[in-house]
Nanobody, 125 residues
Framework: QVTVVESGGGLVQAGGSLRLSCTTS????????LGWFRQAPGKEREAVSC???????TYYVDAVKGRFTISRDSTTGLSLQMNNLRPEDTAIYYC???????????????????WGQGTQVTVSS
């Protein structure tokens, strides 16, 4: 049984930083893809960043390239370092996982199977 739990959200001013953590359990091999997704009010859920544990390939949506960094965390499982935050980054951020044994990156939210409850990130201008 795979579970994921997000933490680290909060309120920050534009230009500030936050680090999100995703505590995973049941991810017992590298045959998984892990990802961060977000949903703003009135908008569809979108992919932010994903990582293929087998190949270490990563994906970033254009809007966060150069500002966000996804990484495996030896303590919790997954983290997302978010720098130079903008008001448009305001959303509920979700961590998710899926069994994935291919080397290509998988960042389609419809393909992800295990989801956390989300953590709110609010960026004030």
């Amino acid at each position: 049984q795979v579970t994921v739990v997000e933490s680290g959200g909060g309120l920050v001013q534009a230009g500030g930083s936050l680090r999100l953590s995703c505590t995973t359990s049941g991810v017992t091999s590298d045959d998984y893809a892990l990802g961060w997704f977000r949903q703003a009010p009135g908008k569809e859920r979108e992919a932010v960043s994903c990582i293929n544990l087998k190949s270490s390939n990563t994906y970033y949506v254009d809007a966060v390239k150069g500002r966000f960094t996804i990484s495996r965390d030896s303590t919790t499982g997954l983290s997302l370092q978010m720098n130079n935050l903008r008001p448009e980054d305001t959303a509920i951020y979700y961590c998710a996982a899926v069994e994935w044994s291919w080397l290509i990156i998988q960042c389609n939210p419809d393909e992800y199977k295990y989801w956390g409850q989300g953590t709110q990130v609010t960026v004030s201008s």
